[in-house]
């Protein structure tokens, strides 16, 4: 069983930084493939970067590209969302979320089989 818990999110002054972390309880961690998505307030959740299962392989949304960076540690069963230069339109709901297939594809978030109850990023202007 997946069960994934955020971590990380706070208040931000543009340009600045976080660290996102989401921690999987289970014992399956480095089966999944895992991805972090975002929900701003009145929008629809958006894809943001996913990476494979062994950490070589990531994919980004051109809104975050050069800007984020995620990076798994299977040993603490934890992936993280490095953000820099941060903007008020990041400013959502972070969700990270454990997908099943065998390759690295971007998925809609209704597609992924797992899911944390996310953690609230607050970009001020």
């Known amino acids: 069983q997946v069960q994934l818990v955020e971590s990380g999110g706070g208040l931000v002054q543009a340009g600045g930084s976080l660290r996102l972390s989401c921690v999987d309880s289970?014992?399956?961690?480095?089966?999944?493939?895992m991805g972090w998505f975002r929900q701003a307030p009145g929008k629809e959740r958006e894809f943001v970067a996913n990476i494979g299962r062994s950490g070589g392989i990531t994919d980004y949304a051109d809104s975050v590209k050069g800007r984020f960076t995620i990076s798994r540690d299977n040993a603490k069963n934890t992936v993280y969302l490095q953000m820099n230069s941060l903007k008020p339109e990041d400013t959502a709901v972070y969700y990270c979320?454990?997908?099943?297939?065998?390759?690295?594809?971007?998925?809609?978030?209704?597609?992924?089989?797992?899911w944390g109850k996310g953690t609230l990023v607050t970009v001020s202007s």
């Open positions: 979320a454990a997908d099943r297939s065998l390759i690295l594809v971007r998925k809609p978030w209704t597609s992924m089989d797992y």
């Open positions: 289970g014992r399956t961690f480095s089966s999944y493939n």
